[in-house]
């Protein structure tokens, strides 16, 4: 069998280089305008620009290092492995194939969200909690068809 390998990562609506200049533009036309005001006598409005500004940054930052989250989910003939974490792996753990099982618990009360576990002897990992219900059902369904049809080949 050659190995199955799925990338899980979060929907990010604007990348790295989008968020920069998302920035860019939004401080010339903040400094521009605190400039104005600064020159016209209203001198307290530029260190508040400049407030503003390093919130803006801070947010991006933020944002655009929770984008970088990565799983990677392979399945070959021996093991389940899942690895994870933000920018470089962090997190990992193997499962034996023929153990494994793909669970996909439903969304409970409260508006808690599904939860699509990979279980084997006692552990259980949970994966594509950043992923939108539907993507994290799609995906329930091919792990499951993956690893059992691995096992009965």
């Not at 939004?26 to 407030?51: C, D, H, N, Y």
């Not at 962090?90 to 494994?100: D, I, N």
Request: glycine fraction near 6%; charged fraction near 20%.
């Amino acid at each position: 069998m050659n190995p199955f390998e799925i990338v899980i990562s979060p929907n990010a609506s604007l990348s790295r280089q989008a968020n920069i200049a998302l920035f860019s533009s939004l401080a010339v036309i903040i400094l521009v305008v605190a400039t104005g005001f600064t020159l016209m006598g209203f001198w307290m409005i530029l260190p508040f620009a400049g407030l503003e500004l390093t919130a803006l940054a801070a947010a991006l930052m933020y944002v655009d290092y929770q984008n970088q989250y990565r799983e990677v989910v392979r399945v070959d003939d021996a093991t389940v492995s899942v690895a994870s974490g933000y920018r470089r792996q962090q997190q990992a753990c193997e499962f034996k194939r023929g153990w494994t099982s793909v669970l996909l618990r439903q969304a409970g009360p409260h508006n808690q969200p599904s939860k699509l576990l990979l279980r084997s002897a006692g552990k259980q990992v949970e994966i594509g909690a950043c992923l939108e219900p539907d993507d994290r059902t799609d995906l329930w369904r091919e792990l499951k068809q993956v690893i059992e049809q691995t096992q009965h080949s």
